[in-house]
């Protein structure tokens, strides 16, 4: 017999043990199966379980565990990423904590540090993930920089240099001046701060007394002037352009140019083009040739000589040289630097004026400091070359996106690429395999001897070679993942056998990062995209649609979730709740009710064990003859049907409403309640044939049930009788041949009947203890021969006093609806005051339809949907469906009393 409760925290870790002494997550190379593969996205190194990965890592155990249980030879290939910048700040706090640096250590000896932390420390989120019921192939655990994936990397370096698509440049980076090292825009976190934006007046030169307005929020870049720019066709400035101002404060002559980045309706229509500190003066200075000046070292100070670099003729490559920076700025950190020059324009007379101005400014998510755009030598990857064939495998159709509108936003990021900037300055990371001669000259090979030798070839004697410091951009063996993983570029069976993968389940966020880069690499070195499919999920945020955050305290902990409700509870409320398209507003209450769900299973399940209910080998379900179990053998077919549809096109949410509504409601709710007179009856046979019909349809949900509730449907099937794990077990497949659509259609009407009669109970508050009776109007053959059969199933059940077929008028004070092939008529004068119902009715109606006009007051407001937050505007139209929803019922509700 079952525990009288069920205990998520016993039986969770019993089962995972099960599961891998069993070996059941493992793929097969050598099976005759077909192969279902899913990546795992590699959550960092220092990582700890959030609600993201709950969500991500449950979906994607969902479809393993569906599939597998489908026969497939199902692989979920795990791993971690070394997660570069993160490690390393965690190591050097850790360093710092016993008054030791990076430096002072140097590079082997704080690799080995890393090292040892990872293997201490690095495995937290695997660990958590196993706690979440994520039944990936831990055998095959990868991690970024372990050496097979190491040459990998090593390999595709290489072979991209020598077709000429990586390559060294001198670009604008996001420089990170506390931590030292370029970062990928994934890694700026753009901040709204108060500022101002400052109006300054350059002289023109050779008119004396005539000047151009421009307008920053960065004074102290104006010293790295190169130019100012106007539109082509604004009046104003047509006879100025290809004249010449004078650059305060520094003395430089800059042009005027034409182009169209300036717009005459944002301020003065004049800016200032400082391309070595603006990615789009960047993009300004290319397009009309204009010298690049560096006006701030490494830790954004300002500079004792600015570092210029003119372009060649030609456009081939840059020309260096060097100007003064004016004494009074040299060593002056930049926001500094900023004060002295806003007061030495103002002394000259030169600031027009200065507005306040809230605006953006991009901060680094790890150090918290401004970002810089830079000006520095790294390593960058020919992303436009690459792209083309990423973007044409998307539109014919190679991968397809789910939901199908984030392939625009694909389209739009890969059409628009930059050079990938895909090196840092950091230690911890693929280091670039790359080596430099005494002359600067370049090496570019796989291992060191391979370099020395092709220098020995180009110098003709043995030189001195130092390999480049830095260490490739994370992405870049993430991009690599789907192959690297599998033992590329060896010439394995698992790569000929698991690449491509099925599906890749991910957030929008990265979808340009990792998603674009992998199908980039995967095209250009296998040949194929790397998956069929990319299935973007929504974010996971709080009740109220704000997105989760320390800073809020709104964050929920999907560990102290699951200790408290159990896993299941939240792997079923995260896949309930993922719908497509649709943020996810969590509440802990949801959870709670679907913890519920589990409770409502385990009880019935006991009830059955309390009945004599109990697995008869061989049992055939076609065989059953009474119309109840002919019933719900159907809709066990139905719902197996609903729920492997909505799992093979992606839609969680659907799957989960079918398996709550069929275990729920009609497995608990109604084919229980309408077996029990036959378990306490006399008749033998139809006894045997219920226990045998509730045990069998028992354990078709907990099948269904598995990929959503693991740990619930397993401990269930192992103390209900069943062979083996259920994890193994073979997927119901749904069998139109078991479908009594005449029996269906009369338990149904049963159903609805009884439904009816008990929502309206509800609505016009009648007491739960009443015995009131029935009468039914107009009734068909169908509904006087369903009546006759269960008169006392539907007395029971709807506590009725009597159910009486009549054609005449309602009496007075009756609530009357309409189901097939009859009309409920409901005499309730005697029960409760009609006339009170009904003012209350329309009471509530009024006051539902007076909070729906200011909601839609406030939604017409441009002035408020301009300044509200999206979620509080998420919430008013939830705030107003949900009043609709009510008021709609509450119509009903008074139509039925007439």
């Not at 360093?95 to 932390?117: D, M, N, P, S, Y």
């Not at 792209?387 to 890969?414: D, H, L, S």
């Not at 609903?642 to 608990?668: H, I, P, Q």
């Not at 054609?807 to 004070?813: Q, T, V, Y």
């Amino acid at each position: 017999m079952l525990d009288k409760t069920f205990s998520p925290a016993e039986v969770e870790p019993k089962h995972y043990k099960r599961w891998e002494e069993a070996n059941a997550f493992a793929a097969h190379v050598d099976s005759d199966r077909r192969p279902y593969v899913i990546m795992m996205p590699p959550p960092n190194v220092t990582g700890s379980l959030h609600m993201g990965h709950a969500l991500t890592f449950t979906l994607q155990d969902v479809l393993i565990r569906f599939n597998r249980m489908r026969g497939l030879d199902a692989l979920w290939q795990p791993g971690q990423d070394h997660a570069g910048i993160a490690t390393q700040m965690v190591v050097e706090r850790n360093l710092a904590a016993e008054g030791l640096t990076r430096q002072g250590l140097g590079r082997e000896k704080f690799l080995e540090v890393a090292w040892e932390w990872k293997e201490k420390s690095g495995g937290t989120i695997s660990r958590q993930l196993r706690t979440l019921g994520a039944s990936a192939d831990w055998a095959r655990d990868r991690f970024t920089l372990d050496e097979g994936l190491n040459r990998a990397v090593r390999k595709v370096f290489v072979d991209l240099y020598r077709e000429g698509l990586i390559y060294r440049d001198k670009r604008l980076v996001n420089w990170d001046p506390k931590l030292h090292t370029a970062i990928s825009d994934l890694e700026v976190e753009q901040k709204e701060v108060n500022g101002n934006l400052w109006h300054f007046r350059y002289p023109i030169d050779g008119e004396e007394g005539r000047f151009i307005t421009v307008a920053t929020t960065r004074p102290e870049t104006m010293l790295a002037d190169t130019a100012v720019a106007v539109h082509p066709e604004d009046e104003r400035y047509k006879d100025l352009i290809g004249r010449k101002v004078r650059l305060p404060l520094v003395g430089r002559l800059i042009p005027i140019v034409a182009d169209e980045y300036a717009d005459p309706a944002t301020g003065s229509g004049a800016v200032k083009i400082t391309p070595a500190h603006d990615f789009n003066d960047f993009e300004v200075g290319r397009r009309h040739g204009l010298p690049l000046i560096n006006l701030l070292d490494r830790d954004g100070r300002i500079l004792e000589t600015f570092e210029c670099y003119a372009p060649k003729a030609g456009g081939a490559g840059l020309d260096a040289f060097a100007e003064p920076v004016p004494e009074a700025y040299r060593g002056l950190d930049r926001f500094e630097a900023r004060k002295r020059v806003v007061a030495d324009l103002e002394a000259l007379g030169l600031v027009e004026k200065i507005d306040p101005h809230k605006h953006t400014v991009p901060h680094g998510d790890r150090s918290g400091v401004v970002i810089e755009p830079w000006l520095t030598d790294q390593w960058y990857c020919d992303a436009r070359t690459l792209a083309k064939p990423a973007i044409e495998a998307v539109e014919r159709g190679r991968t397809v996106f789910v939901p199908r509108q984030w392939e625009n936003t694909y389209f739009e990021w890969m059409r628009n690429i930059q050079p990938w900037c895909i090196s840092r300055q950091l230690w911890w990371g693929h280091q670039i395999p790359a080596w430099f001669g005494p002359d600067g000259k370049v090496f570019v090979a796989e291992t060191e001897e391979q370099a020395k030798a092709e220098a020995h070839a180009h110098y003709g004697r043995d030189e001195a070679l130092t390999r480049d410091p830095d260490v490739l951009d994370t992405w870049f063996s993430s991009a690599l993942w789907p192959f690297s993983t599998l033992g590329w570029p060896e010439e394995l069976p698992e790569v000929k056998r698991y690449y491509p993968g099925d599906v890749l389940v991910t957030g929008f966020d990265i979808i340009f990062f990792w998603v674009a880069r992998m199908m980039m690499m995967g095209l250009h070195f296998m040949g194929d995209v790397p998956f069929r499919t990319v299935y973007i999920h929504a974010l996971v945020r709080d009740e109220k649609g704000a997105k989760m955050s320390k800073s809020k305290g709104n964050i929920i902990d999907p560990l102290e979730v699951t200790a408290q409700y159990g896993t299941d509870a939240l792997r079923f409320t995260l896949a309930a709740m993922a719908a497509q398209g649709r943020d996810i507003k969590l509440a802990v209450g949801r959870v709670e009710g679907y913890r519920n769900f589990a409770t409502k299973l385990w009880n019935a399940a006991r009830f059955t064990q309390m009945n004599g209910v109990e697995r008869v080998a061989g049992f055939d379900p076609s065989t059953a003859r009474l119309t109840v179990n002919r019933w719900i053998v159907g809709s066990v077919q139905q719902a197996a049907a609903r729920v492997t549809d909505a799992l093979d096109a992606y839609k969680f949410n659907e799957a989960a409403a079918a398996l709550y509504g069929f275990a729920w409601n009609t497995f608990c709710d109604w084919y229980l309640e309408f077996t029990k007179p036959i378990l306490n009856g006399e008749d033998e046979a139809a006894k045997a044939e219920t226990r045998a019909t509730t045990a069998w349809v028992l354990d078709r949900i907990l099948h269904l049930l598995h990929p959503l509730m693991p740990f619930l449907t397993e401990e269930l099937h192992e103390k209900l009788g069943g062979q083996g794990l259920l994890i193994g077990a073979a997927w119901p497949k749904a069998d139109p041949g078991l479908i009594d659509a005449a029996a269906g259609a009369e338990m149904d009407w049963v159903v609805d009947l009884i439904s009816t009669v008990r929502a309206i109970r509800a609505e016009m508050n009648v007491p739960p203890s009443a015995q009131i009776p029935l009468i039914l109007r107009d009734a068909g053959a169908d509904a006087r021969r369903f009546v006759a059969t269960h008169r006392d199933l539907i007395l029971r059940l709807a506590r009725l006093s009597d159910i009486v077929l009549s054609d005449g008028e309602p009496p007075k004070g009756s609530a009357q609806a309409v189901i097939p092939g009859a009309t409920l008529v409901l005499p309730l004068a005697d029960f409760i005051d009609v006339e009170t119902e009904k003012q209350r009715l329309t009471k509530d109606i009024a006051r539902l339809d007076q909070e729906i006009a200011k909601i839609d007051a406030k939604l017409g407001n441009p002035q408020f949907v301009e300044r509200a937050p999206e979620e509080v505007i998420e919430e008013q139209r939830d705030r107003r469906a949900e009043a609709e929803a009510a008021a709609a019922k509450l119509r009903e509700a008074l139509k039925r009393l007439g």
